[in-house]
């Protein structure tokens, strides 16, 4: 299985293909000293990386210093490629003219370095914990196609003050190093594929044919990684994890004392090769649930680990998936595991037709998918058909009337054909399913028909009973022009958004993250943090929002040194978790 779900993994990387190199040095801030379309991209030094210790062992050969015949020949092949690629006809979801332009556009690596704040204080439940956004940062300058989900992992990190230390927050950006970002810096130009931008038609066969060249003659080993660790994070047993679905995690670490990162190392404890970027904690026995996905069958396994991280059980095939299906995203109550079979599929025959392998499959309709928690085969999984909701985040889900009532909510992605290639024509709405597992129905309540995502609650209530959530405003996707919170005590009432609130013009943010102000208040008793940019003076700052407010009133606001370019998702780690960090 491992090699089943690397192979898959080979295709799933960016290949951006203009060959400038930045020689810059780890410890002072990783100033961007070259340009391509108006925009800045960052690589190291390669003498600076063959002096750091390395997470993976890579042998010299791939050193940029001593490149071998087959490296120049592919090196050689993929100019030509690159050389005879049109950008004329490039979509704007991939043209980076388009794509990172303005506050999408890459920064470099920065070290520690203060920030003050200048509204409000540091509420006393967030002071001595960090802030960590993850998101893409592309290293090398695309000169053809690009896509938005490209590009390498990079953590933007804000330690906050404690009572006890220095009155300015530290904030930090390092790169996720994986073994494909250390190739790639010691190759001196990218090198690996993704199905995104760079896979389509007779050029996407070239690459792939490169790359499989690379392999043979022992230039990359993609059974070491190949992924991005560019998507979300977790926290569990002691270890911050950097998470994208087609690799294993890795592993990082956040100083508690300068807010400096490191990266520790991939994982090793995932037998299926890779794993989702949004595994699921349950507050109350401690045990994480998760899954990979491929494009060959069995499509999706589903496997779970005890509260110390270790492999608890067998991996479960899930045999009734048909056709392999984007699945990035699932969701767990106390006695199931609900997975998303969506309108969003992977073909790799469409290659050869110029296409792309993950896209739209309108005929198919979608369907939620509930298997025991504890299963030890799918054989008792049931499926309930949902036509038109397409979910790629799930909010939470929790059981009622004894476990024969399972409720979902989630976002509807619609028009599910612009999923991939137009975030812009994206309206996404809030929708709680109802399933009655006894009777074999299932109904749906539009909570909100807001452009909605990125949802969050408060994560002692993950696959529990909840009330509150908080969601981004797309305005339109994926920008996030506000917050709101949604009450469920409200579905079926009209509009569940009981609180708002708007960045302002020309400001945006990321996805909002719930921080409980204790472990015994009331569910929405706590704050709601995210970065925020000011396109207009080309600043970011850290917010930090009363989530009980009407109007989630801005409680505290950190000066960032510089901006942050919009990503992904984050997470908020506490005093006492960074303390305990092995």
């Given at each position: ?173 390092r790169f996720v190093e994986t073994y494909k970002y250390l190739v790639e810096c ?147 109550t106390d006695r199931y595991a609900i997975f998303p079979d969506i309108q969003i ?48 985040h799930v909010v939470n889900a929790w059981e009622e009337e004894g476990g024969d ?178």
């Open positions: 299985m491992e090699c089943r779900l690397s192979s898959f993994s080979l295709f799933l990387f960016p290949t951006p293909s203009n060959r400038i190199f930045l020689k810059q040095s780890r410890q002072q801030p990783r100033v961007l000293a070259f340009q391509h379309q108006h925009e800045h991209y960052p690589c190291q030094d390669h003498d600076q990386i063959t002096k750091k210790k390395s997470i993976v062992n890579i042998n010299k050969r791939i050193n940029r210093n001593d490149r071998s015949l087959a490296a120049a020949f592919c090196d050689a092949l993929d100019d030509l490629i690159d050389k005879y690629s049109s950008d004329a006809a490039l979509h704007p979801s991939v043209d980076p003219r388009h794509v990172l332009k303005d506050n999408f556009a890459p920064v470099g690596e920065l070290p520690p370095t203060p920030c003050p704040v200048i509204r409000g204080t540091i509420p006393s439940s967030l002071a001595g914990g960090a802030y960590i956004r993850n998101g893409p940062n592309p290293t090398h300058p695309p000169s053809g196609a690009h896509h938005l989900f490209e590009g390498d992992g990079m953590l933007h990190s804000l330690l906050l003050p404690s009572s006890e230390k220095a009155s300015a927050a530290i904030f930090s950006s010691r190759a001196g130009r990218p090198i690996f594929l993704s199905v995104f931008s760079g896979l389509r038609g007779l050029t996407g066969i070239a690459r792939v044919l490169v790359f499989l060249f690379r392999v043979l003659t022992m230039q990359v080993d993609p059974t070491q990684g190949t992924g991005l660790a560019n998507t979300s994070l977790q926290f569990s047993n002691g270890r911050l994890h950097a998470l994208c679905e087609y690799d294993l995690p890795y592993a990082v670490r956040l100083s508690p004392d300068d807010g400096d990162i490191s990266t520790v190392g991939r994982t090793a404890n995932v037998s299926t090769g890779s794993m989702t970027a949004h595994p699921k904690k349950d507050p109350v026995t401690g045990e994480t649930f998760s899954f990979s996905y491929g494009p060959i069958q069995p499509y999706v396994t589903y496997f779970r680990y005890d509260r110390d991280g270790n492999k608890s059980g067998p991996d479960v095939p899930i045999s009734s998936f048909k056709e392999p299906t984007f699945v990035h995203d699932f969701a767990i599929v992977m073909k790799p025959a469409e290659i050869i037709r110029g296409r792309r392998m993950i896209g739209p499959d309108l005929e198919k309709v979608p369907r939620l998918g509930l298997l025991p928690r504890y299963a030890r085969s799918d054989s008792d999984m049931r499926w309930f058909d949902v036509p038109g909701f397409n979910i790629l009532v399972v409720v979902v909510v989630a976002p509807n992605v619609r028009p599910i054909e612009n999923a991939i290639d137009r975030f812009d024509l994206l309206h996404v709405s809030v929708e709680m399913a109802r399933i009655d597992v006894r009777r074999g129905t299932l109904s749906r309540t539009t909570l909100s028909t807001e452009n909605l995502d990125f949802g969050v609650i408060h994560p002692d209530y993950t696959g529990k009973k909840n009330r509150y959530a908080y969601l981004g405003v797309g305005n339109p996707m994926p920008k996030i022009s506000g917050v709101v919170k949604l009450d469920f005590e409200l579905a079926g009432k009209g509009e569940c958004v009981v609180a708002k609130r708007e960045f302002g013009v020309g400001c945006f943010g990321g996805e909002p993250f719930f921080v409980p102000a204790s472990s015994t208040g009331e569910e929405d008793d706590g704050y709601v943090v995210t970065y925020l940019h000011d396109e207009g003076k080309g600043e970011s700052s850290f917010l930090v929002m009363d989530a009980r407010s009407p109007e989630l009133e801005i409680v505290a606001e950190v000066a960032l040194p510089r901006r942050v370019p919009y990503g992904f998702h984050g997470l908020f780690v506490t005093e006492a978790e960074l303390l305990s960090q092995r």
